[in-house]
């Protein structure tokens, strides 16, 4: 891809994902979503969630529609997702395999939009490694396609958002007296991005982002957030604690960034220290999980851990969203 072509800036994403009506028409982050609108999706999402042991949910919201999972960059539980989401609600899925595309051969990706325009896809799933890419689609797109970013270098990734968000609300009830403590790679973490401002505009109570120095945000990110170096300090009192990933593939300069031992002994979450936490704190992580480095895998498998259920909840978000902008589509 062409440095040039992404060009958005929060203020475009936006404004660019809202219909004039206020509904929406592309999901590319959180951060311009209302509480009204997080609200309503959340709502959906919940709707449907079906026990364990039923049959999944299904409609015919997206009968007759195609979807085009586009993913740039590796993902198992992402793309599973918005593929049985998309299947689920009835519409054609189509999966691309990226390695053998065209992009690989050089061309761009508007081109390759184009081309899927022309066999009539009308919802494009976009995961890519370089920012702006989903907007700088969106901008590009003709009317009557939608775009669902994926997850965006380490921007955002909304419907992981979306799933957290869901997944603290049905164990918490709410938001307001929350003290929600992420750990680990804050600074190269799309998924920190994308869940803490959904939980601002949802009224967290409060926010720390716990990591050594070197992975810690700038100041001016997440200004709404508490930064934090000490794990003990950090944990004191949570309600949630949310545990990531090692973003080694976004880390330039590995230069203090604390070996694999160091970082476990110093950041990694185990029962030891969720005692520090709420007794009735729950444990999350976005996955892919590293056990022994971020968190102990004896306190990933207990009924603290809320990890299996995130990525249940993200079939019903992602049918969710998916839902709301077919529902837009027709009017186009
Ligand atoms: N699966 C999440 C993402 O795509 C988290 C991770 O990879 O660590 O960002």
């Known amino acids: 891809m062409n440095a040039a072509e992404p060009d958005q800036t929060f203020e475009d994403e936006a404004s660019l994902q809202l219909n004039d009506d206020g509904s929406l028409r592309h999901l590319l982050t959180l951060k311009g979503l209302d509480h009204a609108m997080l609200v309503d999706l959340l709502d959906d999402a919940e709707s449907y969630l079906t026990p364990a042991g039923a049959l999944p949910a299904r409609s015919d919201a997206l009968a007759g529609r195609t979807v085009a999972n586009l993913f740039f960059e590796p993902s198992t539980r992402t793309r599973a997702s918005f593929d049985l989401a998309g299947k689920r609600l009835g519409a054609d899925v189509l999966n691309l395999d990226v390695n053998t595309s065209s992009r690989k051969k050089g061309e761009s990706i508007l081109d390759t939009i184009y081309t899927l325009e022309a066999m009539r896809c009308d919802i494009m799933v976009v995961r890519d490694a370089s920012a702006g890419v989903p907007a700088y689609i969106a901008k590009h797109v003709r009317d009557h396609v939608s775009i669902l970013n994926a997850g965006e270098s380490d921007v955002s990734h909304p419907t992981q958002g979306l799933l957290?968000?869901?997944?603290?609300?049905?164990?918490?009830?709410?938001?307001?007296?929350?003290?929600?403590?992420?750990?680990?790679?804050?600074?190269?973490?799309?998924?920190?991005?994308?869940?803490?401002?959904?939980?601002?505009?949802?009224?967290?109570g409060s926010l720390r982002l716990i990591s050594p120095a070197a992975m810690a945000p700038d100041s001016d990110d997440m200004p709404f957030a508490t930064i934090v170096d000490n794990l003990e300090e950090g944990l004191a009192g949570a309600d949630v604690v949310m545990a990531l990933r090692i973003q080694r593939e976004r880390i330039g300069n590995l230069d203090g960034i604390p070996n694999i031992d160091e970082y476990f002994a110093r950041y990694g979450i185990s029962h030891e220290r969720m005692k520090l936490a709420q007794p009735d704190a729950i444990v999350m992580h976005p996955g892919p999980m590293n056990r022994g480095i971020e968190i102990e895998g004896a306190l990933a498998d207990s009924a603290q851990s809320v990890v299996t259920e995130q990525v249940g909840n993200g079939v019903a978000v992602r049918m969710a969203v998916l839902e709301r902008v077919a529902r837009s589509l027709g009017n186009r």
Request: net charge positive.
């Open 164 to 204: 957290d968000l869901l997944t603290i609300r049905r164990h918490k009830g709410g938001f307001d007296n929350l003290t929600v403590a992420f750990v680990g790679d804050i600074r190269h973490s799309r998924v920190v991005r994308s869940t803490a401002w959904g939980l601002r505009t949802l009224g967290v």
